[in-house]
């Protein structure tokens, strides 16, 4: 996980089409034939909820449109796309998760619930996910 010289948070992440890989689990693909997207710029967005996705990579990723959710955004409140699901790894944790769309030109962007998903953190001070401390850095899911 890396970080820019702006004070933002950029991480490598890959993502697969949870369909894909299904299809692949029971041999009506094969596994090379998995739509996958690896970039090293994600954008660790703690003000965001999910992950956010560039049209470019939904259309890449062959993702299927499952309805539209009203967002809140910088400039407002606006009607977004919703996708379904990829499983996102960063570092060797990974998570299903459903995506919404930006427009192209906006970084991919990884909110709260795959962070919290994943169980990584902000460190401010370094500026890079990290393993949640209270968990020993090690991946765990509070289950009360």
């Known amino acids: ?10 991480t490598e992440a890959t993502l697969e089409n949870l369909a894909d890989l299904w299809d692949s689990q029971q041999g ?4 090379e034939d998995v739509r996958r ?8 967005d703690t003000g965001a909820t999910m992950l956010s ?17 009203r967002v809140r955004t910088s400039s407002g409140l606006h009607d977004a ?14 998570c299903p998760t459903d995506v919404i769309e930006v427009p192209d ?3 991919i962007l990884v909110g709260q619930i795959p962070l919290e998903a994943m169980d990584y953190v902000v460190d401010l001070r370094a500026r890079r996910l990290v393993g949640n401390p ?3 850095g090690e991946l765990m899911y509070d289950l009360y």
């Open 134 to 136: 209270d968990h020993g």
């Open 53 to 69: 996705l560039p049209r470019h990579v939904i259309q890449a990723l062959g993702l299927a449109k499952r309805h539209t959710r």
């Open 28 to 31: 009506r693909i094969r596994p």
């Open 1 to 10: 996980m890396e970080t820019d010289t702006m004070g933002s948070v950029l």
């Open 105 to 107: 030109g906006t970084p």
């Open 37 to 44: 997207v690896t970039v090293t710029d994600a954008l660790v």
């Open 81 to 94: 796309d919703i996708y379904g699901t990829v499983r996102l790894t960063i570092g060797a944790r990974d």
